[in-house]
């Protein structure tokens, strides 16, 4: 029974895919099997009573691994404990299991070496282990998107070098850190618990929504989130996906805007063309009834409805020249004294009393531009009105003109009045928006209407309390 | 009386108003309210001037200045419009060959005063060679 164990057991060591050495105490090899002579590329009669750092390291040059693996070996026979080690022999990575081989007494009587040839397994795994690196890279070179990562705690666990690009971050400001502190809270778009809910019932979300910069403002993007699944498909985290849609919601507010701009348009035209006809018969025959003969009480009357009549005319005078897409005349003008006939204007005329001061900065030799005189004196005679009227206790306005980037003359505008509120911005050159009691709200869509016209811009930005600034830009012909 | 008058505007209102406004500045005043009827009226007998609404339903006032333009380049046609002053509108009915263009805006006193030199000047104009 015994011999034929031992028979089984002597096969298996010869034909195991393993490495298997036999040495004794001094370490002179005693056996090995054919994966061993194969490995070493030596015959049994080559190996068998030599001493094994002679056969396993007869050609290696690497005396790190082979120093190593000597003082493993000899720890394995002196302390009696399994040690595992790997090395390279003949170019092959093998992965070693030292065993020490004990006698009745609990001696080390012999060693016993498995070795496993790891060399392709060790090939993938480095070869896996690039692919990790390189993917990490590619993450992190991408600029257009703000990529990172949280974990089922809601930290971030990494983030790519587009969300430092995009929102200002460094990696330390945010490693760790929650995921909460880059996502805005508004009623408008979904919160960061109810996207983490969305994604853990379909896989995956997308959404507008808006991230926070390092600077405190507010970044409009379109959200990707993905559930992060490790190897073995278990659910470990997400991976956010940000793009900054700033420029493309800034175009869709443009577009939303002019063409709510030019349904108003027409719709006052054709309003205004409608209230003109009967207008025109009322002060028509108002006008008739002036040579008649009334008693005082009838004239006043009649003088009453005159002046009402007069009120609706400018109104829809206003209207029309509101809805109005004339092109305007080609005239050069020189901006600065476009102003100037306009301070004039309101200096002598309109608010004599006012406790204003003007300030003025002129630019030298600004080119002249193209375009309707009058209609650029209406724009600044509008703008410098607001500037006044917002001012009841006086101050100051600065009246700025420049070259700006040898493309436009830049004018600007700045008052140190009431401010408008932030709600009100958006509005501001909307038709029939006014902040003020008696305003029409028409001022500023013409405004900005004829600026159009003269492929220019106008821009504000305003603080309450602070004041306001109008930047209008005009490009040379 | 100064001058005889066709007055076309497809507002009853408006017409009637017109006609006692001419009436008193010693104006003889025909009225229509469709540029078809105008056409036609103007080829039955002559007229010193035409004021003409530019929107009117059917062929237009621009349409109708162009037609009486065909047969008669000399007659002065005022342009009249609830639109008031748009400029594009006036160089469209300039190129048309109107004689003059008035707002309904503009006070009633001064639509009057503004016709009539319309007029004169379109007058003085055909009479030079």
Same mark, same amino acid.
């Given at each position: ?6 028979? @089984? ?18 370490? +002179? ?30 050609? !290696? ?70 692919? /990790? ?57 979904? /919160? ?48 956010? !996906? ?43 025959? *108002? ?68 406790? @204003? ?6 630019? +030298?030799?600004?080119?002249? @531009?193209?375009?309707? %005189? ?6 600044? *005679? ?42 009100? %911005? ?50 040379? @012909? | ?45 002559? $007229? ?22 065909? $047969? ?23 190129? $048309? ?20 030199? $319309? ?11």
């Amino acid at each position: 029974m015994a011999t034929e164990k031992n028979d @089984i057991l002597s096969k298996l060591i010869e034909n195991a895919a393993v490495m298997v050495l036999y040495l004794n105490h001094f370490g +002179n090899i005693l056996l090995c099997n054919k994966k061993s002579e194969s490995v070493l590329g030596l015959n049994q009669s080559e190996v068998i009573g030599k001493h094994w750092m002679g056969v396993l390291f007869g050609n !290696m040059n690497k005396i790190i691994n082979k120093n190593m693996f000597k003082a493993v070996v000899d720890e394995a026979m002196t302390y009696k404990r399994e040690k595992n080690f790997a090395c390279l022999i003949n170019q092959r990575l093998i992965s070693w299991t030292i065993n020490p081989v004990l006698d009745k007494n609990n001696q080390v009587e012999a060693v016993a070496l498995f070795g496993q040839d790891i060399t392709e397994i060790n090939e993938r795994e480095s070869s896996i282990k690039n692919i /990790d690196t390189s993917l990490k890279d590619i993450f992190s070179s991408i600029k257009e998107y703000a990529l990172y990562v949280i974990n089922l705690e809601g930290n971030i666990t990494y983030l790519g070098m587009g969300l430092e690009i995009m929102l200002g971050w460094n990696k330390k400001d945010l490693i760790f850190k929650n995921a909460g502190i880059l996502h805005n809270a508004s009623a408008e778009y979904p /919160d960061l618990e109810f996207i983490l809910k969305q994604v853990h019932l379909f896989g995956r979300y997308e959404t507008e929504a808006e991230l926070i910069t390092k600077t405190k403002e507010v970044l409009p993007v379109i959200l990707t989130v993905n559930q992060f699944l490790d190897g073995e498909g278990k659910l470990t985290g997400y991976i956010f !996906m940000a793009k900054d849609i700033t420029e493309r919601r800034k175009l869709e507010y443009q577009i939303f805007q002019s063409e709510k701009l030019a349904a108003l348009g027409q719709l006052s035209a054709g309003m205004a063309h409608e209230i003109n006809n009967p207008l025109f018969v009322i002060s028509g025959r *108002l006008e008739m009834l002036k040579d008649e003969s009334f008693n005082q009480k009838v004239k006043d009357n009649l003088a009453l409805i005159a002046n009402q009549t007069d009120r609706i005319r400018e109104l829809v005078d206003r209207i029309l020249k509101f809805s109005r897409k004339s092109t305007p005349a080609q005239e050069m003008i020189d901006v600065n004294k476009a102003i100037e006939a306009v301070l004039s204007l309101i200096r002598y005329n309109k608010l004599p009393s006012s406790r @204003i001061e003007i300030k003025q900065i002129r630019a +030298n030799n600004l080119p002249k @531009i193209k375009g309707d %005189l009058h209609q650029l004196q209406e724009v600044f *005679l509008n703008i410098l009105t607001n500037a006044y009227q917002s001012m009841p206790e006086g101050g100051v306005i600065k009246i700025i003109t420049s070259n700006f980037q040898d493309s436009c003359v830049q004018i600007q505008i700045i008052d140190s009045g009431v401010g408008i509120p932030e709600h009100h %911005l958006k509005n501001i050159f909307m038709p029939f928006f006014s902040t003020k009691n008696d305003g029409i709200g028409l001022g500023l869509s013409i405004c900005h209407n004829i600026i159009k016209n003269h492929n220019g811009s106008i821009d504000l930005v305003s603080q309450v309390n602070q004041g306001t600034t109008f930047t209008i830009k005009l490009p040379f @012909i | 009386m100064l001058y005889k008058i066709l007055v076309v505007d497809d507002e009853a209102p408006v017409r009637d108003l017109f006609d006692e406004l001419f009436r008193k500045e010693d104006c003889e005043p025909v009225s229509c309210a469709t540029g078809e009827e105008a056409l036609k009226i103007l080829k039955k007998e002559p $007229f010193d001037v035409v004021l003409l609404d530019i929107k009117l339903p059917g062929m237009s006032g621009l349409e109708v200045l162009k037609n009486i333009r065909e $047969f008669d380049k000399n007659l002065p046609v005022v342009m009249i419009t609830g639109f008031g002053f748009d400029e594009d509108l006036i160089a469209k009915t300039k190129q $048309f060959g109107c004689s003059g263009y008035i707002g309904k805006n503009m006070p009633v006193a001064q639509i009057i005063t503004t016709f009539k030199q $319309f007029v004169k000047k379109a007058m003085e104009k055909s009479k030079t060679p």
